[in-house]
């Protein structure tokens, strides 16, 4: 049986660093409050001028520098909840980049669960043969979303882009099982679809920034971490105790921890780079993964397991033989 697996990854970053120095210069806050509470110490923010596109397609080239050859692409797959344009597609933008020809491009937001939920729907395209080499591309610029006047989330978020290969191999390696689940909920909300659509004189306004509940969102994150993650331990028939290396969605080092204790899991097993990135929506998950391949902390034929949390909400679980 064909299984889906992370062929190889590269990410990019901004230059320009925020730690949480200047958080205390523009708001009611501190370094040791954010980082007792979060974990994050610095965080990355993309220039003015600086898109979507052009952040995706860094990583993309930082892809091919490792010496990977995109030309037989098929599929690419853009799962962000940040975007340039409602349309065209970002996922078909990076096509045409590409030059790619006979290739289906497309789209779509689960929030910070994007990476764990295009892992799993790009799994079913391989399984089911529609896909074979496909490239998925997670590219954010939250710090453009921001509320800069809210202490809860403006320390929270930081914009980076990653860009996964994900193809079939037939030697038991792979992905094992999935988890996604969501449900409809206004906790966490990003303003300016038809519902509340943006006007020219309010674009910098409130209302069209991130806003979110922290205590419930991290209630919740706790939660559904674990459900998830009881769910894909049970359709692949392995325990807590088979899990050899843990890559969470990167929101809050007490969430993590939390579920880290929870599985059984030493820290050391634990993908972080939320101190240094923040969380970064649907591209956290592929830093933790790119962080911890790169320390050579996940060794071949290792148990993993990718976990995500977002707004919406949306959650969901990958459980893969490496
Ligand atoms: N500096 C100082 N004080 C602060 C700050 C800050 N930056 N932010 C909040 N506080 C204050 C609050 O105002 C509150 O003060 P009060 O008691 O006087 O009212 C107090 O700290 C406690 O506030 P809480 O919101 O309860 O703080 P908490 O410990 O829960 O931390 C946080 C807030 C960091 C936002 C946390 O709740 C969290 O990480 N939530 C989960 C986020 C998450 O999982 N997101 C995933 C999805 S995101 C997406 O999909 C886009």
Not at 170 to 176: A, K, P, S
């Amino acid at each position: 049986m064909k299984r889906a697996y992370i062929k190889n990854i590269a990410y990019y970053v901004p230059e320009k660093i925020l730690d949480n120095k200047y958080f205390e210069s523009i708001l009611d806050t501190n370094n040791e409050w954010i980082v007792t509470r979060t974990g994050i110490e610095t965080r990355r923010m993309a220039r003015e001028d600086e898109t979507i596109f052009e952040m995706g397609l860094n990583a993309v080239k930082n892809l091919q520098n490792k010496g990977v050859d995109l030309s037989d692409i098929d599929t690419i797959i853009v799962p962000t909840v940040t975007k340039d344009y409602i349309f065209p597609s970002m996922a078909g933008q990076i096509q045409k980049a590409l030059g790619l020809k006979h290739c289906f491009a497309l789209d779509f937001s689960a929030a910070c669960s994007g990476y764990v939920y295009a892992l799993n729907t790009i799994t079913a395209l391989i399984e089911s043969g529609q896909s074979k080499n496909v490239l998925m591309l997670c590219s954010e610029k939250l710090t453009k979303d921001i509320n800069w006047k809210d202490r809860g989330t403006a320390i929270l978020f930081g914009d980076a882009a990653t860009a996964s290969l994900i193809t079939g191999r037939e030697d038991g390696r792979g992905v094992l099982a999935m988890d996604m689940q969501s449900e409809p909920d206004l906790t966490i909300v990003l303003n300016g679809g038809s519902a509340c659509p943006i006007r020219a004189e309010d674009c910098d306004g409130a209302d069209f920034k991130i806003y979110m509940e922290g205590g419930e969102t991290f209630k919740r994150a706790v939660t559904e971490f674990s459900n998830s993650i009881d769910r894909v331990l049970a359709k692949a028939g392995k325990s807590l105790s088979d899990v050899k290396f843990f890559v969470p969605h990167q929101a809050n080092l007490r969430i993590i921890q939390a579920v880290a204790k929870r599985i059984g899991l030493p820290m050391e097993k634990v993908s972080v780079t939320l101190n240094k990135f923040g969380n970064s929506s649907s591209t956290s998950i592929g830093l933790a993964l790119n962080d911890a391949l790169e320390k050579n902390k996940i060794k071949d034929g290792d148990l993993v397991l990718f976990t995500g949390f977002g707004g919406g909400f949306t959650w969901g679980s990958t459980l893969m033989i490496w």
